[in-house]
């Protein structure tokens, strides 16, 4: 059975750094897709970033592109999200997710996974 456990959330000042991680386990993840999600109160989950694990290739909504970096390490079999320069808008609960496989259209939505941590909260004071 897939597991993903996120870790590494808290409170944040603007214009600092946070670095979340979701380790990965039960499959072979190498043909998967490995997604970033955040919700906001009272807002629908939206994607944040992504990556193809075999390749590495990421993608990233415009709102976090050039602000954070999405990773992973094959060795610890965990995914990262490196958040710089938090803004107060970037509060949520994020939450790391996995596909079994490309999706297309939908690899930017969460219909589009399979599986999903249970998510930290990320809180950035002004």
């Known amino acids: 059975q897939v597991q993903l456990v996120e870790s590494g959330g808290g409170l944040v000042q603007a214009g600092d750094s946070l670095r979340l991680s979701c380790a990965v386990s039960?499959?072979?993840?190498?043909?998967?897709?490995m997604g970033w999600f955040r919700q906001a109160p009272g807002k629908e989950r939206e994607f944040a970033a992504r990556i193809n694990w075999s390749s590495g290739s990421a993608y990233y909504t415009e709102s976090v592109k050039d602000r954070f970096t999405i990773s992973r390490d094959n060795a610890k079999n965990t995914v990262s999200l490196q958040m710089n320069s938090p803004q107060p808008g970037d509060t949520a609960v994020y939450y790391c997710?996995?596909?079994?496989?490309?999706?297309?259209?939908?690899?930017?939505?969460?219909?589009?996974?399979?599986?999903w941590g249970q998510g930290t909260q990320v809180t950035v004071s002004s």
């Open positions: 039960g499959g072979t993840f190498s043909s998967y897709v």
């Open positions: 997710a996995a596909a079994a496989g490309c999706r297309g259209l939908y690899a930017s939505r969460p219909s589009g996974y399979d599986y």
